[in-house]
């Protein structure tokens, strides 16, 4: 089956905007840029359509794989890294996205073919009502037992940098699935298929190592700026 280019550009833009919003992050934490200013509905908005873009193109993924169970075992490596690093930090991070995106795709890798036999017509309407069901209820529920943050449940005092739990967004990333399974529906000669060029697909196709290492050199740079200011 020919590689869809759409889908690297798209993991692409997604990238890039977490760069920019990273960045911006940097530089409110060393000083350079207004607190206010960075807690704004537009940089909410840019946050929320990178988090989607990455959970929904992994989900669609998942349907071409080979292996599910291994990409996520990789990704669930990765995002352990990162924990030990923003722990180092200060910075705790339980259940960032990576964790959430290997521990969702080794969970498909293993119960993906009860998944894919719901109803076509009716999977994606029961995936969006979860998903807005569980993020309502998971919002507005504090619990007493302090290992359930796993699952979205919060005590008190809970805190992560980056927390993408299993409910509510494991129910986005089945949606992504059923939108992989639309697409491996369509013939070759799709506009899905049509080719791009190699620099908007480049940074979707090294995704995960531009994760690893942008946060430490854009870190690093504003660092730097500090003690020279």
Known sequence: MKRIYLLDAWRSLA????LVYHFLYDLTVFGFMETERFESPGLDALQL????SFILVSGISSRFSRNNVRRGLVVLCAGLLVMAGAHLAGEPIL???LQFLGVAMIIYGFAGKYFERLNRYLAAPLFLILFAVTWVWTENTLVKATWLWPLGFMYSGFYSADYFPLMPWFFLFLLG????GIIREQKEDSWLYIPV???LTWPGRHSLIIYL???PV????CWAASKLI
């Open 197 to 199: 060029h190699p620099a």
């Open 95 to 97: 259940f960032g996205i």
């Open 213 to 215: 290492l942008h946060q």
């Open 177 to 180: 699935t059923w939108l992989g």
């Open 49 to 52: 359509f990178i988090c989607c």
């Open 15 to 18: 990238i890039l905007c977490m």
């Open 218 to 221: 854009l870190y690093g740079i």
